[in-house]
Structures are given as C-alpha cells and as structure tokens.
C-alpha cells in the first residue's frame, strides 16, 4: 500500500502549463509534487506544433532540440485562396517555430525536475480532498493503488477536459460555440513551403480554419478546427478536412502518416480561476486564445505567475481565495484583454462571408505590419475594414 504524503505545492498534470508552474513554485522555494496520468510526458501529442517566440525568455525557457523549423512569416487564404502573407521583411524577426511538442513538453518537465520538481508518471488525481470547504490535496490512483496527496496548494493543470476546476465547484462550463472540435494529419510528400504557416479561412473549416505548419520538406501537419456549433457532429471535422486535402493537388499527393484530434476552447476566459486551496491554469482556466486556438504560451504565462504566487501563498501561511487572488489579478493583468478581445474578434469571424474574408485579405495585401501578432492583424483590419471591427475597436 503507497502510504499518505504531504507535500507545499500539488500539480495536477505535466502539459506545458503544469510544468512551468511547478517549476516556477520549486525555483521560489516550495516543494513540489506534479502528477501525470500518463506513462510518457507529451506523448501521445495533439497539436499543431506552432507557437510563436518572443514570449519564451518572460517564462525562462532556452531554445532547444525542440524546435523544429524556424518559420520566417505566415500567409492567410481567402476563400478565393487571395493570399495576405506576412513575412520577416513585413513583420520584424518575431515570427515563430514549428515544434515537436513531445519534445517541448518533455523539455519543460525536465527543467521542472531540475528545478527540484518531483514528477511521478502513470498518477492520475481522481478527486481533491476537502476540508471545512477548503481543497487541502486530491486522491491519487498511481499504478492501480489509490492514496492521499496533502497539500496547502493544489493546482488544476488538468488540460482542456479538465475535472479539477469541477470537482472544485468551479463553473467550468462551456458552451457549443465558444469550442472547436480540431483533427490533424501528419502528411509526408507535400509541397508545403518551409518558411511559412499557412491559414486558410472560410467555409472550408466554419468558424475556425485549416492549417499547414512545414515539419520539413515535403513533411507538414495538416489540420482544421471547427466550430462545434456549426457542424452535425464532431466527425464533421474530418469530412471538411478531407475535401480540403482533395481540392489541393499538392496536398492530395501526400500521404498521411498519423492523425490526432481533440477539442479546443474559443471562448472569454472563466470568470474565476482560483477557490481556497486551488488554482487552475493553462486549458483548464480556458486560456487558449479564442482567435487562434494556441494555448501553449498563454499556458506557461500564466503558469510563471501561478508558481510564484503558490510558493508566496506557502509562504504566508495562508492558501484563502483572498490570497490566491494574486493570481486571478496577475494573470488577468497580463493576459485577459488580449484574450477578451480575441474572444470579440472570433464572435464576429465566425460569422462573416466567404465574400467578406475575400474582401478583408484583398484589402490587407501589401500591408506591412511591424510585428507579426494578432493584434497588429486586427488593427490592420480596423484601418482597412471598419466595419468587420466595430464590435470591438475599443481594444485596438
Ligand atoms: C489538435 C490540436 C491542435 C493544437 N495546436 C496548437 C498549436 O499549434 N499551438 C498552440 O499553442 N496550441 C495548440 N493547441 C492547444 C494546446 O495543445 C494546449 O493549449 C496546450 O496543450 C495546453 O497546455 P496545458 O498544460 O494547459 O494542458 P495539456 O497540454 O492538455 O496538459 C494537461 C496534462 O494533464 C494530464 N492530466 C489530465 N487529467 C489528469 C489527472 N486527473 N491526473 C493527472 N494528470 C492529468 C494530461 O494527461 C496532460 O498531460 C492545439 C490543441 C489541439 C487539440
């Protein structure tokens, strides 16, 4: 029988965000346990492997072994397949990479470990432990036994199909049209172009896009999401994904050598991430960005400032919500408006035209942008199109 442990801090899952706050609370004196129910951290991998990179050195992570392709810019379809491309000469040297994620993933952990994390591997939290109200640890299934974990400190980086915050009693609920339902395929012998992501708007993916991120020459992944609300059932994805594949000969000629799916959240951040003795962070606060459905840099944004303040809430003795909203006003001071404004700018995306999008990237061809972000994309809009950005013009 595993006995009964005590530990500072108890993170609930190993995924980008998870790991960054374990380390985080480890470097700034707390000791830390982070549990993962799987066998392997990052594996199997469910993304499309493209993040940008100028928010690396905030959260101190090196460029590694895990970067897979230096993108040098981006270009977005019309429906008509009219291009907007944004490129370095355009967009300053702030683009992104094309990772391998399990990599990544595996990265962050290590330096967690070394940080003084202790992980343990095939440990799934099946339910927090509550007293008088407050959360004060979880019950653990590690290799088939069950145990209690004891900790001031528990933190929900349980992912996208996030229990934690539940269990909590924390609204977690999320409605059809702020999710999308997204499939991939790593498809070799393509003619993508190595030096960018593409994005291809439209009613080839309703209310969300299809991507190809370069792995390498002739090596992309292949993916679409799409609105829940706007498709039959969640199979949908595939069916549009694959018209996609058809309709473009340099991409029918590949083959496909895996496929992953799952859901992501496009929806306004949850209205409260932290309840006494526990914090959420990562997909399970739903800190995805709404517009382009990464989560991996929101995630390890937040999780820096998550670490921080469970050590300093160790610290003092005092794990109360009143405490814990150092957090709920540090992430949201770093993160919230981008995330609130993205959140607008979808609503409005998803509904316009295939004629719309073709007028708005028509408009936008030949401009430079300083720096090749979201915001600096919607602003450009803003000057030429107005009117798509009405709605929320207050936040550019
Ligand atoms: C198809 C697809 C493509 C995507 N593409 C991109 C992209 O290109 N760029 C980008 O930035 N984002 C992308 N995302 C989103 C990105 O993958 C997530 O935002 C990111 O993984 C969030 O990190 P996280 O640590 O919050 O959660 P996760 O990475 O999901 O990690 C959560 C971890 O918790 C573990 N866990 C769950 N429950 C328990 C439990 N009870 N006990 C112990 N462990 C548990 C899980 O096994 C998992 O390892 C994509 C998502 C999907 C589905």
Request: glycine share 12%; proline share 3%.
């Amino acid at each position: 029988m595993v006995p009964n442990e005590k530990t500072d801090v108890l993170v609930i899952g190993a995924g980008p965000a998870g790991s960054m706050t374990a380390k985080w609370a480890a470097k700034s004196g707390s000791r830390v346990l982070m549990l993962e129910k799987r066998q392997e951290i990052g594996s199997p991998v469910r993304c499309g492997e493209g993040m940008s990179k100028d928010w690396l050195g905030e959260v101190g992570i090196k460029p590694g072994r895990w970067i897979n392709v230096e993108v040098e810019g981006a270009r977005i379809y019309s429906p008509s397949e009219k291009v907007f491309e944004i490129n370095e000469k355009h967009a300053g040297n702030e683009v992104g990479y094309v990772v391998e994620r399990d990599e990544f993933d595996k990265q962050l952990a290590i330096d967690a470990a070394n940080a003084g994390v202790e992980v343990r591997l095939k440990s799934a939290a099946v339910a927090l432990l509550k007293e008088n109200g407050r959360i004060v640890g979880a019950r653990v299934k590690e290799f088939g036994e069950t145990h209690e974990i004891r900790a001031p400190i528990t933190i929900g980086a349980d992912g996208f199909e996030s229990q934690i915050g539940r269990w909590a009693g924390i609204s977690t609920n999320i409605a059809m049209r702020d999710m999308d339902t997204c499939l991939q395929y790593r498809m070799t012998n393509v003619g993508c172009d190595v030096r960018y992501c593409d994005f291809y708007l439209g009613k080839v993916a309703p209310g969300g896009y299809v991507w190809v991120f370069p792995k390498g020459e002739g090596l992309a992944n292949v993916g679409i999401g799409v609105q829940v609300s706007q498709v039959q059932n969640l199979a949908d994805a595939r069916t549009y994904l694959d018209r996609w594949i058809a309709a473009h000969p340099e991409y029918a000629k590949g083959k496909k050598i895996d496929m992953v799916g799952g859901g992501v959240s496009i929806s306004a951040p949850l209205k409260q991430t932290v309840t006494d003795g526990l914090m959420l962070v990562g997909d399970a606060a739903r800190m995805i960005d709404p517009l382009t459905g990464g989560g991996i840099a929101n995630g390890c944004i937040a999780g820096k400032i998550c670490g921080t303040v469970a050590t300093e809430a160790v610290t003092a003795g005092d794990p109360s919500k009143e405490f814990l909203q150092r957090y709920e006003k540090g992430w949201r001071a770093r993160l919230e408006e981008k995330l609130y404004r993205n959140w607008l700018a979808k609503e409005k995306l998803v509904s316009l035209s295939d004629e719309t999008f073709d007028k708005i990237i028509e408009v936008l061809a030949g401009v430079k942008l300083e720096k090749l972000n979201v915001h600096n994309i919607l602003k450009a809009v803003h000057t030429k199109y107005p009117e798509v950005t009405k709605e929320f013009e207050a936040f550019l």
